[in-house]
């Protein structure tokens, strides 16, 4: 095993990951394909915490060692100028190397005045598409294809409608491109739902749900013996069960247990309970009020009448307490589902998809 970090922290990869083994193998299985296979397009949903960033950058990092050049970009009004720059940047470095190597520069190549500088003429007067179409044929020319990685889509905007409609037409050129994205599960519904993208159906889709807590046991046991800490079975049982399988959750615990263990070499209760209680005020600031935040009181009403129970609630039980209609009620569930706020598992049933969201409304955090 790696060695272990604990990371709390959003946009960075803790290392090594939980839980993502499948998620990583069919990623390096769709590289090793030709162009089309469809795990060379993968699209990463889940609500914030669930390690979407993370799985982003672990791609990156894949990708490289297997002859991509990265493109890592935030979905802005800014994406498909980033991108370019993005290419430019990191593929300049490629062709440096490789023209040193053989003692002679990249000048002059149709369309680039010097490396990956486009000439005046194609600067001012072509867009997004033949630009990436000229930079993907130029790197295919020292091995390299490009392989992007799209963080926070956002649903249905000019650039990512450009941004999509053109890799399609790249891959139907034959390019050595592939892609990954990751949103929240309203963004990317949005997006798939989209009449102009509906190639993207076709992608690859992970749903990032909690991870296994046999994992996590796993994991913690590891990594607090390789930092020579010693913990009772029933104490590292309670800290496993209180992450619930949230990455960020797990990625907290670990850090804090770490922070207040130093100079000791035992885990023990105080030092646990300490511990849970600071990661769940992290998650109060960082995460549940950033899920409630954009929602509507209506659907904050739905969410409060779930927390009248411990555990599912039955849809049925919500219209009752709400004193609403049943077509009223199912539309609140519909959207609360596609933001990734709460999920069905059982027809009539519905639970919170974000842990200790239940507990927050119920004020018992």
């Known amino acids: 095993m790696k060695s272990i970090t604990f990371i709390p922290t959003f946009g960075n990869r803790p290392c090594p990951l939980v839980g993502r083994d499948s998620v990583i193998s069919d990623f390096k299985e769709g590289l090793a394909h030709p162009e089309g296979h469809p795990n060379r397009a993968v699209m990463l949903t889940g609500q914030r915490g669930m390690g979407k960033t993370a799985l982003l950058l672990e791609f ?35 062709l440096k190397m490789r023209t040193t190597k053989m003692k002679s520069v990249s000048a002059g190549a149709f369309g680039f005045s010097f490396g990956l500088t486009f000439t005046d003429d194609i600067k001012e007067n072509y867009g997004f598409r033949p630009k990436l179409s000229l930079l993907a044929d130029e790197l295919a020319k020292h091995g390299k294809g490009l392989l992007f990685l799209i963080d926070e889509v956002q649903s ?22 592939a892609v990954a994205m990751a949103g929240l599960p309203a963004a ?24 296994p807590l046999n994992e996590v046991r796993a994991f913690f046991a590891e990594s607090f013996r390789t930092k020579s800490k010693q913990i009772a079975s029933d104490i590292l049982e309670e800290i496993v069960k209180a992450t619930k399988g949230y990455p960020y959750q797990l990625q ?114």
Do not use: C, W
Not at 61 to 70: C, L
Not at 315 to 324: A, M, Q, W
């Open 60 to 94: 990156a990092d894949i990708g490289e060692k297997m002859g991509y050049i990265p493109v890592r970009v935030t979905a802005t009004e800014t994406m498909l100028d980033d991108i370019l720059q993005t290419i430019q940047i990191n593929g300049s470095k490629i």
């Open 156 to 177: 249905n905007t000019p650039e990512m409608r450009e941004f999509a409609t053109t890799y399609q037409h790249l891959i139907g050129d034959g390019k050595n491109i």
């Open 188 to 211: 990317l519904s949005a997006v798939l739902n989209d009449k102009v993208l509906t190639f993207l159906n076709r992608s690859m889709k992970v749903k990032l749900d909690p991870l």
């Open 252 to 365: 907290l615990i670990g850090y804090y247990i770490l922070k207040y263990s130093e100079g000791t070499a035992e885990i023990d209760d105080q030092i646990a309970d300490l511990s849970i209680r600071s990661a769940k005020h992290d998650m109060i600031d960082n995460v549940l009020v950033t899920v409630l935040t954009p929602l509507s009181d209506n659907d904050i009403a739905f969410l409060k009448a779930m927390s009248k129970d411990k555990g599912f609630s039955k849809v049925s039980d919500i219209r009752n307490r709400l004193k609403r209609t049943d077509s009223y009620v199912q539309q609140y569930r519909r959207r609360l589902i596609d933001a990734g706020v709460i999920a069905s598992q059982r027809r009539g049933d519905v639970e919170y998809a974000v842990p200790y969201l239940g507990e927050y409304l119920r004020g018992e955090l």
